[in-house]
C-alpha cells in the first residue's frame, strides 16, 4: 500500500518530470503536429491537462465503501500504460481542442491542477471507489487507483512528448 509520503513524492516526481518536458520543448514550434495524424506538444499537454482536471473532480465526487484491495488494480493499471505497442485513443471529452497553444499557460494550468491533487490527497481517504466515472478498461476504480493511472498516463506521454521534439527537429 501506499503511504501518503511516497504518493505525494511520486506525483511531485512525474509533475517535475513533465514540466521539464514541456519547458524544454521549442517554444516556436510548441503547437506543430509533426504530421497530420500526430498530436503537437501543445495538445498533449492540453490532454494531460483535461483529464487531470477530470480526474481531480472525480476525486472529490461521490465515493462509497470498497470490498477489495484499494490498489487491487495498479499492477493492471501500470501494465497497460507502460505498454507502448499497444495504441491508446483518448475518448472524445480528452481530445485536445488545441485552445491552448501557448506554452508558459499551458504549464501554469497544469502545475495548479497537480497542486490541487497534491493538496487533496493528505486530506482523504483513498481507498473508496469513485461513483463519478467508471473508467472503460478498468472498470470502478478507488482514488488511489485514480491518482496512479494519472501518473501512469502522465508517464505515457513522456515518450510521445519526446517523439515529437525529435521529429520537429529538421523543421527548425
Known amino acids: 500500500m501506499y503511504t501518503t509520503d511516497i504518493l505525494l513524492s511520486e ?7 513533465l514540466i521539464e518536458l514541456l519547458l524544454n520543448a521549442d517554444a516556436t514550434s510548441f503547437d506543430r503536429q509533426p504530421s497530420p495524424e500526430s498530436w503537437s506538444a501543445a495538445q498533449v499537454a492540453e490532454h494531460i491537462y ?3 482536471r477530470f480526474i481531480y ?8 465503501a470498497c470490498t477489495r484491495l484499494a490498489d ?16 491508446l485513443n483518448a475518448p472524445d471529452p480528452l481530445i485536445p481542442l488545441g ?15 497537480r497542486k490541487d491533487i ?4 493528505p486530506l482523504a481517504d483513498l481507498t473508496p471507489i469513485c461513483l463519478g466515472f467508471t473508467h472503460k ?3 470502478p476504480m478507488t482514488r488511489l487507483e485514480w491518482i496512479l493511472f494519472l501518473m501512469a498516463h502522465t508517464q505515457r506521454h513522456f515518450q510521445q ?12
Open 161 to 172: 512528448l519526446k517523439n515529437i521534439s525529435e521529429a520537429l527537429q529538421p523543421l527548425r
Open 72 to 87: 487491487e488494480k495498479v499492477v493492471l493499471i501500470q501494465s497497460v500504460m507502460n505498454n507502448r505497442t499497444r495504441t
Open 118 to 121: 497534491h493538496r487533496f490527497i
Open 57 to 64: 473532480s472525480i476525486l472529490t465526487g461521490a465515493t462509497e
Open 99 to 113: 485552445k491552448v497553444k501557448d506554452q508558459q499557460v499551458i504549464i501554469t494550468k497544469i502545475i495548479t491542477a
Open 11 to 17: 506525483l511531485d516526481n512525474n509533475t517535475n518530470a
Open 50 to 52: 483535461v483529464l487531470d
Open 137 to 139: 478498461g478498468f472498470g
